[in-house]
């Protein structure tokens, strides 16, 4: 049930939805974060992030806070993919509760 979301956050995707009905059903018109740290294009994950990208786009028609948050165009750097074991995760996660109390 989409009106019972208020936010959606996905940490490097595995997949994200590119077609503009499923992105709708997806949260309604609930914002959607996703989050890419460093490394995609050696890992093999530039197709993802792009996606994730287009999620954020067709989302931010229905709700102007989406976003992807591409965590070296911020400043932060020196993230694998799973960044929330980093050194640096606490940074991350300001980023991420900030941006859900918006």
């Known amino acids: 049930m989409p009106n019972l979301v208020e936010r959606i956050v ?3 995707p595995v997949g994200a939805p590119t077609d503009p009905q499923t992105v709708a059903e997806m949260g309604g018109d609930a914002p ?3 989050v890419y740290g460093d490394y995609v294009d050696e890992r093999g ?3 993802r992030k792009e996606a994730t990208q287009t999620t954020a ?3 931010g028609e ?3 806070v989406s976003t992807l948050l ?3 165009d911020e400043g932060i750097s020196g993230n694998t993919h799973l960044m929330m074991q980093d050194d640096n995760n606490g940074e991350i996660a300001d980023r991420i ?3 859900i109390g918006e």
Do not use: C, H, K, R
């Open 10 to 12: 996905a940490v490097e």
């Open 57 to 59: 786009d067709l989302a």
């Open 32 to 34: 959607f974060m996703g």
């Open 45 to 47: 994950q530039t197709s």
């Open 62 to 64: 229905e709700n102007s």
């Open 70 to 72: 591409s965590l070296p």
């Open 97 to 99: 509760i900030t941006w």
